[in-house]
């Protein structure tokens, strides 16, 4: 039997920060279940590099050099993808930036740095392609949250602000488009190995501390968010809307403690 309940094919899927990390693996599980992706970061040599390994798999890709704390880079972006396909299916917001510091040493320009790519340039892309949506009366939006949605770690206090903001953007435009046929939900990552944290996690107490507190008992790769990304653009979610779902490993289920059970 062939259902395709679970299927994006031939979706335009728009993915911010897809060059890389996270945003790419979601980028590569949409284009070979048949979408036609369009890759957004900053540099356009990662768009490049990401797109060709795409096409030169035979599957529909193309990018743009977008940095989302930019309005101009934003509109830009949604016009010439708009202009390319004629319409956006599904944005996914995946483009973060953070930096590590005490509260107490945060600059005011360290604090505008994370809110205008976290929050403020997911919120522009997302009215900018809502507009989009709400004219076709259909549409699929999922932003990338995070375990600080959940709970909140020591030293990363704007990026914290920034995902508990994308998580009330997240139910805020769930709330205000529904009526339009527009599904808003997100994601919230767990520790993800990628090239960005690769530094961090091979520090064995760091190693030591996730393998005690996540119940499955490893850290994620980009590739475990596929599955939900796509869950969430296709009709097998059809009546979700306004939810994060922890793709984290059981990480926030609870706290392991280092004490015998016997």
């Not at 934003?74 to 944005?91: A, P, S, W």
């Not at 040493?105 to 997911?122: H, R």
């Not at 046929?181 to 997100?186: D, H, L, P, W």
Request: proline residues 3%; aromatic residues 8%; contains cysteine.
């Amino acid at each position: 039997m062939q259902d395709d309940l679970f299927s994006v094919e031939d979706q335009v899927i728009l993915v911010t920060g897809g060059s890389r990390g996270i945003g790419r693996a979601i980028v590569g599980g949409f284009a070979v279940r048949g979408a036609k992706v369009v890759i957004c970061s900053r540099s356009i040599e990662s768009v490049n590099a990401a797109v060709n390994e795409l096409t030169s798999a035979g599957h529909v890709a193309c990018g743009f050099a977008c940095d989302v704390s930019k309005s101009d880079d934003i509109r830009n972006t949604v016009q010439q993808t708009l202009e390319k396909f004629g319409r956006i299916d599904t944005l996914v917001n995946v483009a973060g930036v953070n930096r590590r510091k005490r509260a107490e040493t945060v600059t005011a320009e360290d604090y505008q740095f994370v809110m205008d790519t976290n929050l403020k340039g997911a919120f522009e892309m997302s009215v900018e392609v809502g507009r989009h949506m709400i004219e076709r009366k259909a549409g699929i939006q999922i932003n990338i949250e995070s375990l600080n949605t959940h709970m909140p770690l020591k030293g990363v206090l704007p990026y914290a602000m920034s995902k508990f903001g994308m998580y009330g953007m997240t139910r805020g435009l769930a709330l205000e488009w529904g009526q339009h046929g527009i599904r808003v939900n997100s994601l919230a990552p767990g520790f993800i190995l990628t090239d960005l944290t690769e530094k961090l996690w091979s520090d064995p107490t760091m190693l030591d501390w996730n393998s005690k507190n996540a119940p499955l008992g490893r850290l994620g790769v980009p590739e475990d968010m596929v599955g939900t990304a796509v869950f969430l653009a296709s009709k097998a979610s059809a009546f979700m809307t306004g939810q994060t779902l922890y793709v984290d490993g059981g990480f926030s289920s609870g706290w392991s403690w280092p004490i015998p059970l016997d």
